[in-house]
């Protein structure tokens, strides 16, 4: 099964498959840490996530880069105003950035290379770009791109170009003129700014240059797949494959993913709209990091994705249904046998499953078999006609799932017990929503001895007892089911 992915270089669906018949190799644009993250960034590591999972699924094995651009302008000017040396205030942010991947169920990228720490990879580069003609020293001792010696600039983003002047030129890390322009590889040490000493004179490096070094270093010089945001695309992606081909004259990445922006509420997020979110903010209001994770994902990565608070409620209920469903599967005792209807739809599941992933990631259409499933199951055990090898071959069929949606194991309660934590040291507990914090008053442990104090209580025939400590725990937000199979909790 070859999955086909839009690829924004050729602008149509082509092949992803490892050139080297080993591994895909892949590297993806890292978080610039200097703040917490938002819902738009993680909509990309997620959708990546997606990417991965599928290819391990499908038996690919994956070497992906993530970098981490721990300098830049914005750090600078934040770290300087918090008084912090920029490592002390990057390290905050970079650790917060791991937990909340960690919280989305978003598997560590095999290689994670921070920009600070390969400071001589980008210094070679940017020699080997001067002695190709390619980059030049201004007054001030800064490097810039001469673009007009890159005459396929442009090609990745599709941009009409006109704009473009010979020798003007841009030293911000971020830009979005559509007119290109010369751009830093190498910026000069100002005053009380964080700088190296270095074969090319004191500076640091282009936010740009970044990417290139760093993806060469692990990747080599060419490989399979670069991923990111969309806005991304511009200048950021099209400034990468001009530092790096206009060296190597070989194809950078051969494949290009971007993940399309997400609207919140029908609008832009943005802080002055009032509509801007983190995982964190999310948590706090009470929402399970797997419906965060689950609603973020659910739409096509090429699609727009209108993120609102009802389509969190929706991705609650799908979690609340599958898990449900997972339990009655696994909790019931089934007649030995095989229900040939049954077996047939779950391979029907699993293949329309499959099929849906290959074509370029189809998210939303890998759902719904499953769901289908899921349907046909239910109403096959009201009526005891769901037999032993039905129950393992749609358990398959749900693992297999899992192993790319990762929201039927119940993961939640780490991620908003880490939250909540985050809250209190952050002065954030105003945030909190009032039933999370009743419903964090209980862990499980103490649930499951409420729930076995219960039991006994009805063995004794002390009702008034058992009905008490089931309203109590309703209050708390916790539902105990009895079934013929035993009593059930779970967190509402
Ligand atoms: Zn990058």
């Known amino acids: 099964m070859t999955l086909r992915l839009f690829n924004t270089l050729s602008g149509q669906l082509d092949d992803l498959v490892p050139a080297d018949g080993k591994a895909l190799r892949m590297y993806a644009c890292g978080p610039t840490v200097y703040d917490y993250g938002h819902i738009g960034n993680f909509r990309t590591f997620l959708q990546v996530d997606v990417l ?15 970098n981490i651009t721990d300098v830049d302008d914005k750090i600078i000017r934040n770290a300087t105003a918090a008084g912090l040396p920029i490592g002390e205030y990057t390290a905050r942010f970079e650790k917060a950035f791991f937990e909340d991947l960690e919280s989305l169920q978003v598997e560590r990228p095999e290689i994670i290379a921070r920009a600070t720490e390969h400071i001589p990879r980008m210094v070679e580069l940017v020699q080997k770009l001067a002695a190709a003609g390619a980059a030049y020293q201004t007054e001030d001792g800064s490097w810039y791109f001469r673009l007009a010696a890159f005459p396929e600039y442009g090609k990745l983003s599709k941009k009409d170009l006109g704009g473009m002047e010979d020798g003007a030129r841009v030293d911000l890390d971020e830009y979005e003129k559509d007119s290109a322009r010369d751009f830093a590889l190498w910026k000069a040490a100002k005053p009380g700014e964080t700088s190296w000493d270095t074969a090319i004179g004191r500076g640091r490096p282009g936010w740009h240059i970044e990417c290139s070094a760093m993806a060469m270093e692990f990747l080599g010089e060419s490989f399979d797949l670069h991923a990111g945001g969309e806005d991304l695309m511009f200048p950021h992606h099209e400034n990468e494959i001009a530092q790096s081909e206009s060296v190597t004259h070989k194809p950078f990445a051969r494949h290009w993913m971007h993940v399309r922006f997400l609207l919140v509420d029908g609008r832009k997020m943005s802080k002055s709209e009032g509509n801007f979110y983190t995982l964190r903010d999310l948590l706090l209001k009470g929402y399970k990091a797997s419906a965060i994770r689950l609603a973020l994902i659910s739409v096509p990565y090429r699609h727009q994705l209108n993120f609102t608070f009802d389509s969190l409620a929706d991705a609650t209920n799908a979690i609340d249904r599958l898990r449900t469903f997972h339990q009655r599967l696994t909790a019931g005792s089934f007649v030995e046998g095989a229900n040939p209807a049954l077996q047939a739809a779950a391979e029907k599941a699993q293949a329309d499953y499959l099929a849906a992933f290959s074509n370029d990631l189809n998210t939303a259409e890998a759902r719904a078999p499953i769901f289908d499933l899921i349907r046909t199951a239910n109403t096959a055990m009201d009526q005891g006609q769901l037999l032993a090898a039905d129950r393992d071959a749609i358990l398959a069929v749900l693992a297999s799932f899992d ?16 939250a909540l934590e985050w809250a209190e040291q952050a002065g954030r507990m105003a945030d909190v929503a009032p039933e999370l914090l009743t419903r964090q008053g209980l862990t499980d442990e103490a649930i499951d001895a409420l729930v076995a104090e219960r039991t006994l209580a009805k063995k004794q025939r002390n009702f008034a007892r058992a009905d008490q400590i089931r309203n109590e725990l309703a209050e708390k937000g916790i539902v105990i089911e009895d079934s013929k199979d035993g009593v059930r909790w779970k967190r509402k």
């Open 52 to 66: 991965r999972r599928f290819l391990k699924l499908t038996g690919i094995a994956v070497r992906h880069v993530m």
């Open 403 to 418: 192993a790319v949606f990762c929201v039927i194991e119940d993961r939640d309660a780490e991620p908003t017990r880490r």
